[in-house]
């Protein structure tokens, strides 16, 4: 049963201000659906393959969803892959972060802002 206070003025009772908070859902998680996982994952595999990177880890939150690279699971991410729907009219939901936070690419098609993971210096044997 719900937690009720009684006004002594009237007689009636009224629900108490926690009530409502606690039977309140709570707001769903942001999440990558199939789709972005995939074409995450098939960037994932190239660079495993290649030695660069070793691990990975997903988190979602209620304001974005972040898939976490890593060259050893003990270190800081290379680089974090946000989905932000809040920003999809604006600057777009997808972005790829660096180490230290700076944004390489930001945009609304994911498999374009995971070009920014697939450039960078590369050696070139003759």
């Known amino acids: 049963m719900s937690e009720s206070v009684e006004d002594e003025r009237f ?3 009224y629900p108490s201000e926690g009530t409502a908070a606690r039977n309140a859902p709570a707001p769903p998680e942001i999440r990558f659906n199939r789709r972005e996982i995939d074409a995450i994952l098939k960037v994932y595999g190239r660079k495993v393959a290649a030695g660069e ?7 979602h939150h209620r304001d974005e969803a972040i898939f976490s ?7 800081m991410p290379l ?7 809040k920003l999809a009219r604006k ?5 790829v972060l660096s180490a ?11 498999q374009q802002v995971l070009f920014a ?10």
């Open 11 to 13: 007689g009636s009772r």
């Open 100 to 110: 230290g936070g700076f944004i390489l690419k930001r945009g609304h098609d994911l």
């Open 69 to 75: 690279i890593f060259r050893r699971s003990s270190e």
């Open 91 to 95: 600057q777009g939901a997808y972005s």
């Open 53 to 59: 990177w070793r691990d990975y880890a997903i988190d």
């Open 79 to 85: 680089y974090r892959i946000v989905k932000r729907p």
């Open 117 to 126: 993971l697939d450039k960078g210096p590369r050696l070139v044997t003759a």
